[in-house]
């Protein structure tokens, strides 16, 4: 058995641990839930395009003098790159969507209609965001 100051620092180590994995937890899922929702690849509005991938090899060529066979490896690897950002993406958007189903199912039907008040506003700034991304430029 181990004496009583012992186990005092044990519990009180274990308790601030569990504390601290808790409120990890907490801030994870408030940021990537409410701060941040998943956008839907659809949302994405390609933010990946042949420029971007342009720069981004020409400027890793000049700047780490990259071979011809350094340069064709480096743009296999960004394309395979941005393909898993946008399978999470689509990933990410699948939970939410998902979870939001699960609410709607325990809810209500006052409540289910706050909630999709709640979603709605959530996804405003988004879709303000797409509707200036659709207008033609002048």
């Not at 519990?11 to 641990?17: E, H, P």
């Not at 990933?91 to 008040?117: C, N, P, V, W, Y």
Request: glycine share 2%; net charge positive; proline share 4%.
């Amino acid at each position: 058995m181990l004496p009583n100051r012992t186990c005092a620092v044990v519990y009180s180590l274990a308790v601030f641990l569990a504390g601290a994995v808790a409120g990890a937890l907490v801030m994870n899922v408030t940021e990537h839930f409410i701060l941040h929702p998943a956008r839907p690849v659809v949302e994405q509005a390609k933010k990946w395009n042949e420029a971007d991938r342009a720069h981004y090899v020409e400027r890793f060529k000049s700047e780490l003098s990259l071979t011809e066979v350094q340069s064709r490896q480096l743009e296999r690897i960004l394309d395979e790159t941005m393909r898993q950002y946008d399978d999470l993406h689509s990933f990410t958007h699948h939970i939410r969507q998902e979870g939001i189903m699960r609410i709607r199912a325990m809810l209500d039907d006052s409540q289910r209609k706050r909630l999709d008040d709640i979603v709605k506003k959530a996804d405003a700034p988004l879709a303000e965001q797409q509707k200036k991304a659709r207008r033609p430029a002048r």
